[in-house]
């Protein structure tokens, strides 16, 4: 039986391709209402981990319970409506919409309402005023209306962000979501999440190790495919095995 306060957790979650074992046994456990980052050395298996949570790819063997409920097998578009959503990456984003447009269609897939059908111009405006709202969430106010194609990258992972909280997720899955940017970009992205963890569950994958120390009430380090160590971030800085896989790597200094 899982525990009560454990939204997401894993059994000897295992997945092998051709022969080669990716992610080796896992025993992971999201606990509710957290900041939770998957961190490793390339080649870990925090991506393979990850894509195995949001059903991107299927268990060799071991098991996935979502809210106390086995979810092993089930599909994406089913553990969606359950409240699983994963950030939408980019290429996700209509770029010629505009953000407000993106997240009014983002608002509607819970509803399962395709975006042209709407007649009501009461409804319309309703979308528009919560998309307007959730742009302010995130710092997107100022850039309602412009093309998102140029918009800039940070301020991309923000829409992604807003468009993610548009379906209103329980658990929300996060992949890399401060890779390919600068220190101005990683802060904001950094607050933002923070910001929008009140009253949810975070669970990201990140390489950004003082990103990650600054807002993660839990760490999980993965190496080969395995778990070196989990704690929070002055338990696992300072454990010597997590020291030495990060040597040798951008992030070889764990300290801020």
């Not at 209509?94 to 009501?120: C, E, M």
């Not at 839990?218 to 338990?235: H, M, P, S």
Request: glycine content about 8%.
């Amino acid at each position: 039986m899982t525990h009560a306060n454990m939204i997401l957790e894993t059994r000897g979650l295992t997945r092998e391709f051709n022969g080669f074992t990716a992610v080796n046994g896992i025993d992971l456990r999201v606990r509710r209402g957290t900041i939770h980052a998957l961190i490793g050395p390339n080649g870990a298996g925090k991506t393979t981990c990850f894509n195995l949570l949001t059903k991107f790819l299927t268990p060799t063997s071991g098991q996935i319970f979502f809210d106390g409920r086995e979810i092993t097998r089930a599909a994406p578009a089913a553990i969606a409506r359950q409240g699983v959503v994963r950030s939408f990456q980019i290429s996700a984003v209509f770029p010629h919409l505009t953000p407000v447009d993106n997240v009014t269609i983002a608002l509607q897939r819970p509803l399962g309402v395709s975006y042209r059908f709407w007649k009501s111009s009461t409804m319309v405006r309703s979308l528009r005023e919560r998309a307007l709202e959730l742009l302010g969430d995130v710092g997107l106010a100022a850039y309602a209306d412009v093309k998102t194609v140029e918009l800039s990258y940070g301020h991309k992972r923000a829409l992604e962000i807003a468009t993610t909280l548009a379906m209103d997720p329980v658990l929300m899955l996060l992949d890399e979501p401060t890779q390919g940017m600068g220190h101005e970009d990683v802060d904001r992205v950094t607050a933002l999440i923070d910001k929008v963890s009140k009253g949810r569950t975070i669970l990201m994958v990140e390489h950004n190790m003082k990103m990650v120390s600054s807002i993660a009430d839990t760490i999980t380090v993965l190496q080969r495919g395995e778990i070196l160590a989990e704690g929070d971030y002055a338990v696992v800085s300072a454990n010597p095995q997590v020291k030495e896989a990060y040597m040798g790597t951008e992030d070889a200094s764990l300290a801020h």
